[in-house]
């Protein structure tokens, strides 16, 4: 899968959606008043990837996220159950987890497969597999694919969830997405193997039997151990540490914010990003800049 376009929006949490719909309006001529959060924020990173690109109609849109629409769900969960009233039309369609990919699509005029996808902190990188399998297939030649996720602001819930300090990381917010197309001309880069290990034995292996051509940078996911990246820095002796959440802040897409990140670096490189989710299953991908 080749790599033709990336395009970020991430930064802290804004109150005022004038913000979004003014960023979005530089982008597209499509005015959605009636769009929330989520829906603005993916087509601020999407219509980015998208911007000046020859695109084709049947290009698809695969939407990943760990939470999907965070605020218009709980808006609609007081209206019924504290405030004893149907929730409003536009609060209800908004929490339908296919909404923001759709305005994506209709904002970049596209008609191929759409979908939204999560997968417990891997929501990214099944996605990619999910892709590739589907251009294997002959399904789909070319694809937009990013990672959209609202701010954590629940100290409790993100402390239990990640057994993390909440005031370590800086909260943001953020889309992050990649333009893929199945031809090579004119290519920036591409996935080269997304590949998932049930233990960090098998995952060390995998990385021995690896050869590099370029410079290499290592990034891990929020849930990798200390201990987990010295073995890896053990087995990468002359990688360089690549630290997106350091460097710009978490939320729960970040494994697509490294990747458009790293696409933003000058110079050729190799990136392996490590990511693993709650049961300890590692997932491992290898992206090629040229």
């Known amino acids: ?65 760990e939470n999907g629409n965070l605020g218009d769900t ?3 969960l007081h209206q019924i159950y504290q405030m004893r009233q149907f929730p409003m039309p536009y609060n209800f369609i908004n929490t339908m987890s296919n909404t923001a990919s759709f305005y994506v699509a209709q904002s970049l005029e596209l008609l191929g497969r759409n ?57 943001v917010e953020g889309s992050c997405w990649l333009l893929i197309k199945k031809d090579a001309e004119r290519a920036m880069g591409e996935i080269g193997v997304i590949a998932a290990f ?32 010295k073995a890896v820095g053990h087995a990468l002796p002359d990688a360089t540490l690549f630290d997106p959440i350091g460097d710009i802040g978490y939320f729960d897409s970040a494994p697509a914010s490294a990747v458009t990140h790293f696409l933003q670096r000058d110079g050729g490189a190799c990136l392996i990003h490590v990511n693993k989710d709650t049961r300890g299953q590692f997932m491992v991908m290898r992206v090629e800049k040229y």
């Open 115 to 171: 979908m939204t996808f999560s997968s417990k902190l891997l929501s990214f990188e099944r996605g990619l597999e999910l892709l590739h399998c589907d251009m294997v297939a002959g399904s789909v030649n070319e694809a937009l694919i990013g990672g959209v996720d609202e701010a954590s602001f629940s100290k409790t819930q993100f402390e239990a969830k990640f057994d993390r300090r909440y005031e370590d990381y800086n909260m």
């Open 198 to 229: 049930a233990d960090l034995g098998k995952l060390l292996g995998w990385i021995g039997r690896q050869a590099f051509e370029r410079p290499v940078f290592v990034a891990h996911g929020i849930l990798v151990d200390p201990e987990d990246k």
């Open 74 to 76: 709980e808006t609609v």
């Open 1 to 65: 899968m080749y790599i033709h376009n990336h395009g970020t929006f991430v930064g802290r949490p804004v109150a005022d959606m004038k913000y979004y719909k003014e960023d979005v309006s530089r982008y597209t001529r499509l005015h959605f008043r009636r769009a929330n959060r989520f829906v603005l924020l993916s087509l601020a990173g999407a219509c980015r990837c998208a911007h000046e690109q020859s695109i084709k109609k049947n290009t698809g849109v695969y939407l990943t996220t």
